[in-house]
């Protein structure tokens, strides 16, 4: 059956989304410490998450997380519990849930085909095979082939009469919905078996409004340089580490390709009046409103990525013009760098390749080092903690400098490399050695010097749409650095639990 949608746009821009009502941990909800948090020998000081964080803890606490992981029993233990998962030094371990209480979401235009080999996977999986499902037509140009096969499939058809953009769908749906969780899929997806499951049990904590899998690369028969590039650089893949979606961190956003959020939570969803970024903006402002985001890659969803070289370019330029709205909505939440000033200038004279500026920022590394050992006096080895933090914060500024010059900042870098045979040299070593360094991280089977020159084509592109949005908005607010008020940026704020 296909249902008109008298469509009213969503007054979203701008609107703080209701505030969790209770954050408080249940009794019975388990945490266990993120693989690569630093216990000191006491146990009593942390040292994790993504921006790292450090806490310490009392005697008591440090009791409690003698074998990695503990269960909230009181409000003690569930305020440790909500610290430890709000900084990423934990993860949620959540009692497994039967999958119930789901509308699945698809917005799409077209694509019937698509639309079978989704809905194929989502009735073929016992615990989503009898969930509603609603098809929210955007305006296609052949509205019959998407009945038929919403109707083959048992699924609600919903439908614009003209096309009205993903995030005006999307609500269509969220409105329509009656269950308590909503599971926005786009049609390109083709969800693996069990991911509902894995990502309804995060919402055991009340004040989870949004979680979201992992999305990975469909197989193809024959793969090209574009698709082994995508299979581990995709924008849509956040990668193999799970934790809280925190702005200005490793997971800023997640995107909206397949997502589940707490339906009393959305309020009235996206941000219509966005055509791109509009799911990292729903997750700022679920952030701004109190609300926690988890991204838990144990549940997987498959995509179909584009890998058409115009199409591809396309994509990535559209993606950069975001970035303007984003800035002008979010003040200071998608800055193209963020680092504290000791660093910057570290790093600058470091640039200058003679030894008296060298020298000056050893100096300055040395000195943060030992104010942060200084803040650190319970640590096993202050001296020794507080030279590698510091030198870990100097080279993640410089690598954020590697990047700015390469993606965001690029029509900069080349007009000084025209005028300047130094800033060339020094902006062709920097745009290989990132790509270098990009490849043996992502562990792509493609050549090294492929990859370099399909990242550098990734950046290109991106930035060329971050600086077509800052034109069009009239702004500089997505190409403006943050520099964090902090020695060490966030390394060494301390907090007792």
């Keep these: 059956m296909t249902t008109p949608a008298h469509h009213t746009p969503a007054p979203t821009r701008g609107i703080r989304l209701p505030a969790p009502p209770d954050a408080a941990l249940p009794a019975g909800f388990t945490v266990e410490l993120a693989t690569g948090t630093r216990r000191s020998k006491d146990g009593r000081l942390l040292l994790g998450g993504a921006p790292p964080r450090l806490l310490r803890l009392t005697a008591s606490a440090a009791r409690r997380l003698d074998g990695g992981r503990f269960t909230v029993t009181d409000p003690a233990s569930g305020l440790l519990a909500r610290r430890l998962l709000d900084t990423g030094i934990a993860h949620p371990r959540p009692t497994p849930v039967p999958v119930s209480d789901t509308t699945v ?51 609600e058809l919903l439908a614009h009469p003209r096309n009205l953009g993903p995030a005006a769908a999307r609500n269509t749906g969220l ?53 082994r590039y995508e299979e581990m650089r995709s924008p849509l893949d956040m990668g193999v580490r799970e934790g809280p979606v925190v702005p200005v961190s490793a997971l800023s956003y997640v995107p909206s390709a397949t997502i589940v959020v707490r339906r009393a939570a959305a309020g009235a969803g996206f941000d219509e009046s966005m055509r791109v970024g509009e799911d990292v903006d729903l997750c ?69 390749g003679r030894p008296g500026p060298a020298a000056v920022a050893a100096a300055l590394t040395a000195v943060t080092a030992v104010r942060v050992a200084r803040r650190m006096p319970d640590a096993d080895s202050p001296p020794l903690a507080g030279a590698l933090l510091s030198l870990a914060a100097l080279r993640g500024t410089a690598e954020q400098l590697l990047r700015c010059a390469t993606r965001h900042h690029w029509p900069v870098a080349v007009t000084a490399a025209v005028a300047s045979s130094r800033v060339r040299h020094i902006l062709i070593a920097a745009a290989v050695a990132e790509g270098l360094v990009d ?51 966030r390394w060494t704020a301390g907090d007792r639990f």
Excluded: K
């Design 439 to 489: 490849h043996r991280r992502s562990g792509t089977s493609l050549a090294p010097l492929a990859h370099v020159a399909i990242r550098r084509l990734d950046d290109l592109a991106y930035g060329w749409g971050v600086w077509q949005g800052a034109v069009r908005h009239r702004t500089t607010a997505p190409l403006r650095p943050r520099i964090a008020r902090r020695v060490v940026s």
């Design 284 to 352: 700022m402002r679920l952030h701004e409103a109190g609300w926690r985001l988890r991204y838990v890659p144990t549940a997987r969803v498959g995509h179909r990525h584009r890998t058409d070289l115009r199409n591809w370019l396309a994509q990535r330029v559209a993606y950069g013009t975001g970035a303007a709205g984003l800035a002008l909505r979010h003040p200071g939440q998608v800055p193209p760098l963020y680092a504290a000033p000791w660093s910057l200038a570290a790093c600058a004279l470091a640039l200058r």
């Design 105 to 155: 979401v698809i917005p799409i235009r077209d694509r019937a085909g698509q639309l079978d080999r989704l809905l194929t996977a989502l009735r073929a999986d016992p615990p989503t095979s009898r969930l509603p499902v609603l098809v929210v037509d955007d305006g296609s140009t052949d509205p019959a082939a998407l009945a038929r096969v919403a109707r083959a499939h048992g699924a």
């Design 175 to 227: 409105r329509h919905a009656r269950t308590p969780y909503v599971a926005f899929c786009d049609s390109d997806v083709v969800p693996e078996p069990g991911w509902l499951a894995v990502l309804l049990a995060q919402f055991a904590d009340p004040a989870v409004a949004l979680a979201a899998p992992r999305v990975v690369a469909l197989p193809v028969p024959a793969p090209g340089l574009l698709d």
